[in-house]
């Protein structure tokens, strides 16, 4: 079995989340698990390790979660920015995706996983088409991932996406020695009746699948369900029955309280994109007291046509400065727990065990972040740094299932170059050439 020793790091967040310590010691894995921690190489160090990483300069933590997103979008990033999401959604994206290809998506998902790879996620959650497709990347690029085929019963083809939900679920869940994990994912409300709601319910049952769903993700989106069902829209997905089932619901930005009780009393996972929703004008999501409630919250970026990068340090960032901000209350949402919601938190989020913290048996899904930078200094605290401080450029490997995926900054199993290219070709051929002049 490969045994990797990372020697004389600065290891962490360990222990709870209200008060995490970091260690100054050596880290081994032993195949895709984390083996053993301790403050001195000779208590870890063997002739059966088969790499050595010098790791003085390193802060090793739990590689970041990213519980929402549609990574193939890629290819609209910077194509239609600045309108609001209604708007957005049928004017520009959803035209441009009816002319998608199964190759435009796996392109478009290569890239974006370059993207997320390079900035330390190891774990991202996807809903699109040509789910297959993103499989395949997910495969091939060595990421953990979370994958839905969207549905919606709007379109004519409600009923033949469930049945590629089904097919994708036989195929792929489980595969990859458990790097990835198959749910189901009606778009949202205004996309899919409460009958078709059910009909996704009822595969869940039989297939024990997890659900992935858009909610109150706007003020419109609630508007418009309390006049046509006279509840909000967590209230309508309860009365249905949808939350009897594990649910990842995305945004959850107009709540009320009682909504988000019911949310806490189900144990529902809100994926958190303040990135997302701040750019599309949607509004802040009210995290602080999702928290309080006892609410599972992770964190995400949404697609990276609606925000545009996706980078999750600085997602971290955003999600306890909006916090404080909004409540002109600087205690709230602390950098441990931001911290907690990229890694931990989002991978309870979307039911992943195992995965998020430093532990003995946990999944190597590990990152090293390269502290020695200016903006690190001085190390006061090296968990406010991360949250406050460090940006992505600083992630120097990126480590899932016990393999390298990114080391010395550069990936390890994939082509970037070739991958920017043929992103841009299917980019170009689905909006036109843009505004650089050639």
């Known amino acids: 079995m490969k045994k990797t020793l990372f020697y004389d790091a600065l290891i962490g967040p360990l222990g709870e989340e209200t008060a995490p310590v970091f260690l100054k010691g050596d880290l081994l894995v032993e195949g895709d698990r984390i083996a053993a921690l301790a403050r001195h190489p000779e208590r870890l160090a063997s002739d059966a390790v088969t790499k050595v990483v010098d790791a003085r300069h390193l802060i090793i933590m739990p590689g970041l979660v990213n519980t929402h997103g549609h990574a193939a979008m890629s290819l609209l990033r910077s194509y239609a920015d600045d309108l609001p999401l209604k708007e957005w959604l049928e004017q520009k994206i959803w035209p441009v995706e009816d002319r998608l290809t199964s190759e435009d998506v796996y392109w478009g998902t290569m890239l974006s996983i370059v993207e997320m790879l390079k900035s330390g996620t190891t774990t991202f959650a996807d809903m699109y088409f ?141 994926a958190h994109n303040p990135g997302s929703n701040l750019k599309l004008g949607s509004g802040i999501a009210p995290l602080a007291r999702l928290l309080a409630a006892g609410v599972k919250v992770g964190l995400g970026t949404d697609g990276p046509s609606s925000n545009n990068n996706l980078d999750m340090i600085e997602e971290m960032r955003l999600a306890t400065l909006l916090a404080k901000g909004t409540a002109q209350d600087p ?27 430093l532990e003995p048996g946990y999944k190597a899904d590990l990152i090293g972040i390269n502290y020695d930078q200016p903006h690190f200094y001085p190390l006061h605290d090296p968990l406010a740094n991360l949250v406050y401080a460090a940006r992505s450029a600083d992630v120097e490997f990126v480590m899932v299932d016990g393999q390298f995926c990114v080391e010395n900054g550069a990936l390890t199993r994939l082509d970037e170059e070739k991958i920017k290219a043929e992103a841009s070709r299917c980019a170009r051929r689905l909006t036109g050439k843009g505004k650089i002049r050639e």
């Open 130 to 270: 040509f789910m297959n497709q993103v499989a395949e990347a997910v495969a091939e690029s060595g990421i953990r991932a979370v994958l839905s085929r969207g549905l919606m019963d709007a379109a004519s083809s409600g009923a033949e996406a469930l049945r590629e939900a089904e097919e994708l679920y036989t195929r792929w869940h489980g595969g990859e020695n458990g790097r990835i994990s198959i749910t189901l994912g009606p778009h949202a409300i205004y996309t899919c009746s409460a009958d078709y709601l059910r009909k996704v319910m009822a595969v869940a049952e039989r297939t024990e699948q997890q659900l992935q769903i858009h909610l109150s993700e706007t003020a419109g989106e609630v508007e418009n369900c309390y006049s046509r069902h006279g509840c909000s829209p967590v209230e309508l997905l309860e009365k249905i029955g949808f939350f009897s089932y594990p649910v990842i619901a995305a945004h959850c930005v107009h709540l009320s309280d009682a909504d988000i009780a019911i949310l806490a009393e189900h144990g529902v996972g809100v």
């Open 331 to 357: 205690t709230l949402v602390s950098a441990a727990t931001a911290l907690h919601l990229a890694t931990a938190g989002g991978a309870a989020v979307l039911s992943l065990e195992g995965v998020g913290k």
